[in-house]
């Protein structure tokens, strides 16, 4: 026996001391299981992406217990993915770290303590009151979230703008679809999608770019899929991006480019679609004009084929370098052009660009071009990240340079009209738009904001390059209000932080990706003293109105004064914003009461005019007569589209000259990978509730780099292996996944991840779309180099007691 | 080693009466079963590191050196407790706490070719089994999770999809059980919705002929 006496007693010791430690292991885990039935079911929406998964909350004892999709939906067809089924955990008193009282420090580098609200809201007056009196109403600003209710989003806008009199209003919707938005509207003069996902079972060929569907919108997917699978023949699928990912499996051709190289592919496509004569000269003809640059100067169709001559099949094959052959670019083209409908469909890949308009616009060139619009399954549809993307900030007014209802701050006549319908005085809402996303925090920085209120949303993780802006977050001269449910990287800056409601835990309306608003009632009791913001921003505005002893402050809430927050509040707000606001506007939602959102297992999508209309559930596909009400009120002549769109006066669908732009940073000999960053399936965002729930978070503790295997090959880096990635602004080092997902020359990594070594935002690139004020989340330059080989690595979630 | 005995805080004679006395007691707190020392505790999800021999040959062949466990970067490596009897002290990975990643490390290390050098692909640690009566995609009908599909390392081999339904490929599953980790289904009697069956455990083991 090679063992001493000695020894063998030390170990059997210690085999003693761990077989107990091994007996408790099983039971930790059995409260896991799935929760059991439930005494009564709530209708809502899911929480997460911009799907608008309508579900039921289980209730037990007045504890949220399960959710279960709706099956007469027209979104999901009462399909959930787990993060759906899952996110009751983090309802009510189910998850312990819920921030349950308000919080408060004077200075930043002091811990928190707690205060009652009375205090909270007069601390948070007191702060923007001074700033307003000290530096003016433009030293105070709002930074909302496409996960606010709509509710919550407007009366916000309506506080910072008729009250304080900015437009520092902004939103992180700017990081996700402003491009969209502007693509929308260039081109076809009116913002979101024409279609609705009705055209999923309609379309023959499917045009995914810029889209990881299958992990970011799992549940849309689904539809794509089962389009695909039960017509494997005739519907074709085309996916185009650099990565290739879960959702180029159904594809049957997969064009994978150099990242940034995407606008010429598609103004390669247009190519061909001019030369093989596959667009519809009746539509050009009756529905299309032909502009360029700044100025917006109308050319004729000579012009354009000209332009467009620049881009053939064999030169931007080269271009995209990839797997792109002038064959692949020829065929995309072509079953683009020919199928019974073609539904394009793109995300982050397009807007998070430089010129992320310009691929926007490219896009519906080709649609305009062959025709493919307002047909069944034509359509150019961009798919939205968050919950309320739509509806609360690009309808509600939630950004610098637009006023509820798809107004533009600049219009004179349009912002008179919100003062107007307000009641406040004319030429109190001030004609200049305030900060953009990346202007505002850049403001932050150089403490030309003194009071900044954030709101459901975590900025200090989500801002590109957001080692930078963290630094004017810590300042001390500037007051940071964070309004959340749990603590974040944000909430470690805050002075002060407001526990808000969750959803369930408060009333109020989504409006997802296609124009669709569904409402949410009250289920279960927040936790603690959590309040819904809509009653918190009421009490605020108050007492900024006696601060600054302004009674247009409180002219901004009195419709508002006395209700119960629960419900009656958010009601009174959205009669407000539909009945007044949106009159007339082509989002038209007066048709959408409380009483007719209820009464159906959806929504209502809009232009909704009426509650006849609204009761049929709205609008399936916009300006086309006789499915959409404005187009008949619109129509002009007797074509069966009315483009009425109100950034169009010509009421025409615009083909634009964009040509080829990289991206703003370009790998070069000391920064050689491009760096691409993106979504999966079990986090959504900053992970601070999806990182909450322990299932979710198994099954991806942390972030890695995703390599491909030829790089990893010439690097020496094996799988598991600790790598460093480096960019000008900030490093992280991840665990390697070696993988033939990203194309050679690229390396991927997702940003869910909140530990610092991880967060991949440190090291991306602020540069942003001048149009849209977007940010180039997609690509940057970075170098890799292994630092060690396989490290176990711990999840991390931000802890208040940390 | 010479150490001072009566420098200790305890005397030898003490410990060793405490550890006799807990030793004998946590055997009492369990049900005794002689047959169970002679068991192997190679079961559902609690499997060999990768390349290891038969389970006939493994504790004769293990010395039970813990380097597989010291190398081991991720701690799914873990000596068995003096309630497995012979098989005391040999390695296993329990894959519902900490799965393998397949780094191959404990393979090299290995002084006696009981885990024998072996390529990550051709690993055999077991096969991942789908519970269909637990797990949310197929019993579910309106769930969608594909966590296994995900974080499974030849994602499309292994496991492929069938209309967004996971199904194993018997030829490809290494057993690794990251699947089994990251199932977010547990069930009652601890089990995933997912699990690796150590199937190749008892039979003849790679590089060893039956006379061995």
């Known amino acids: ?802 | 080693m010479s150490i001072n005995e009566d420098s200790l805080p305890i005397k030898r004679r003490t410990l060793l009466k405490a550890v006799g006395f807990t030793t004998a007691a946590g055997a009492l707190l369990r049900p005794f079963n002689a047959l169970g020392l002679m068991r192997s505790p190679v079961t559902t999800n609690a499997l060999r590191p990768p390349g290891a021999v038969s389970e006939k040959l493994f504790p004769s062949k293990c010395i039970r050196c813990g380097r597989c466990v010291e190398v081991c970067p991720y701690k799914c490596i873990k000596p068995l407790d003096i309630h497995q009897g012979i098989f005391a002290g040999t390695p296993v990975i329990h894959v519902v706490d900490v799965p393998c990643y397949l780094c191959m490390k404990c393979v090299e290390v290995c002084p006696t070719g009981t885990l024998i050098p072996i390529a990550q692909e051709e690993t055999k640690m077991g096969l991942a089994v789908i519970d269909k009566h637990a797990c949310k995609s197929w019993n579910e009908e309106l769930a969608l999770c594909r966590t296994c599909y995900n974080v499974c390392p030849f994602k499309d081999k292994a496991i492929k999809l069938d209309a967004l339904r996971p199904v194993v490929m018997e030829k490809y599953c290494t057993g690794c059980g990251l699947c089994v980790h990251g199932c977010p289904v547990t069930q009652k009697n601890g089990k995933k919705a997912i699990n690796v069956e150590p199937i190749y455990a008892f039979g003849t083991s790679r590089g060893m002929t039956e006379n061995e």
């Open chain 1, 1 to 802: 026996m090679g063992l001493s006496r000695r020894e063998f007693i030390k170990r059997t010791a210690a085999l003693t001391a761990a077989s107990y430690v091994g007996i408790s292991l099983p039971f930790s885990k059995e409260n896991e299981a799935q929760a059991a039935d439930a005494d009564s079911w709530h209708k809502g929406t899911c929480r997460l992406c911009g799907s608008g998964c309508r579900l039921e909350l289980g209730v037990k004892n007045g504890k949220a217990v399960a959710l279960r999709g709706i099956p007469q939906s027209r979104t999901n067809k009462g399909y959930l993915c787990m993060k759906g089924m899952l996110f009751y955990k983090l309802m009510g008193n189910n998850h312990p770290e819920r921030l349950k009282k308000p919080l408060y420090r004077a200075r930043k580098d002091q811990p928190f303590k707690e205060i009652s609200w009375d205090e909270a809201l007069d601390i948070a007056a007191k702060e923007f009151a001074k700033a307003v009196k000290k530096y003016g109403n433009n030293s105070v600003a709002y930074y909302g979230s496409g996960q606010a209710l709509t509710e919550e989003t407007y009366i916000f806008q309506k506080v910072m703008r008729g009250g304080l009199r900015t437009n520092n209003v902004e939103g992180n919707p700017r990081l996700c679809m402003a491009s969209a938005v502007g693509g929308y509207i260039t081109s076809f003069g009116a913002d979101e999608p024409i279609g609705s996902y009705t055209n999923f079972e309609r379309a023959n060929c499917f045009f995914i770019i810029g889209s990881n569907t299958a992990e970011a919108h799992p549940v849309l997917f689904r539809r794509i899929m089962r389009r695909k699978l039960d017509n494997r023949d005739s519907v074709k699928v085309i996916n185009a991006d650099p990565r290739v990912s879960p959702t180029s499996r159904i594809a049957d051709l997969h064009l994978q480019f150099n990242p940034g190289t995407d606008l010429a592919l598609l103004n390669a496509m247009a190519y061909v679609i001019l030369e093989e004569k596959l667009y519809d000269e009746d539509f050009l003809k009756n529905y299309a004009v032909f502009r360029m640059g700044k100025e917006k100067k109308q050319v004729d169709f000579a012009k354009y084929k000209a332009f467009v001559k620049e881009y053939t099949p064999d030169k931007v094959a080269r271009i995209c370098g990839g797997n792109i052959t002038p064959e692949k670019i020829r065929q995309a083209a072509r079953w683009f052009a020919k199928s019974e409908g073609t539904m394009s469909i793109w995300t982050m890949g397009i807007n998070q660009r430089k010129r992320g308009v310009w691929a926007n616009n490219l896009i519906h060139n080709l649609h305009i071009l062959t025709g493919q619009l307002c047909k069944p399954g034509a359509d150019s549809f961009s798919l939205t990240g968050q919950p309320n993307a739509c509806g609360g900030v690009r309808e509600g007014g939630g950004l610098c340079h637009i006023l509820p209802a798809h107004r533009l701050v600049k219009k004179d006549k349009l912002r008179h009209e919100v003062e107007r319908l307000w009641g406040i005085p004319e030429g109190r809402i001030p004609p200049k738009p305030g900060y953009h996303t990346i202007a505002m925090f850049e403001a932050v920085n150089q403490g030309k904001i003194k009071a900044i209120w954030i709101n459901c949303t975590s900025p200090a993780q989500s801002l590109p390059n957001c080692d930078k802006y963290r630094k004017g977050m810590r300042r001390e001269d500037v007051f940071m209000v964070v309004t959340d449910i749990f603590p974040t990287k944000t909430t470690e800056l805050a002075n002060l932080i407001l526990p808000t409601a969750f959803i369930f835990e408060k009333t109020g309306v989504y409006g997802c990706t296609e124009r669709r608003s569904q409402l949410t009632v009250k289920a279960v009791d927040a936790p603690g003293e959590a309040k819904p913001e809509v009653w918190i921003v009421r009490e605020w505005a108050l007492r900024l109105a006696k601060e600054l002893n302004d009674p247009v402050i409180k002219k901004c809430v009195e419709p508002f004064l006395g209700k119960e927050p629960d419900y009656e509040l958010p009601k009174a707000i959205w009669d407000e914003y539909t009945q007044k606001l949106t009159k007339g506007r082509d989002n038209d939602l007066r048709g959408a009461t409380y009483e007719v959102l209820e009464k159906l297992p959806d929504g209502v999508q809009w232009p909704a005019p009426t509650k006849e209309w609204a009761l049929k559930g709205g609008t399936d596909i916009k300006f086309v007569r006789g499915l959409d009400p404005l187009a008949d009120k619109h129509a002009k002549n007797d074509l069966p589209y009315q483009f009425y769109g109100p950034a169009h006066p010509d009421k025409k669908l615009w083909i634009w000259l964009r040509p080829q732009k990289g991206p703003e940073e370009m790998p070069d000999s000391q920064y050689p990978f491009y760096l691409s960053t993106g979504r999966i399936i079990d986090h959504w965002h900053t992970s601070s509730m999806t990182g909450r729930i322990k299932e979710l978070m198994r099954a991806n503790p942390y972030a890695y780099v995703e390599i491909n295997p030829k790089d990893a090959k010439k690097l020496g880096i094996k799988p598991g292996d600790m790598v460093e990635v480096a960019s000008r602004r900030g490093k992280n080092i991840l665990p390697a996944k070696i993988y033939v997902g990203p194309c050679e020359g690229m390396v991927f990594v997702y940003w869910h991840d909140q530990a610092e070594d991880r967060m991949i935002n440190r090291v991306t690139k602020d540069a942003f779309d001048p149009g849209s004020k977007e940010p180039e989340f997609k690509i940057c330059a970075c170098r890799i180099r292994k630092v060690s080989g396989p490290r176990p690595l711990e999840p991390f979630i931000v802890n208040m007691k940390a």
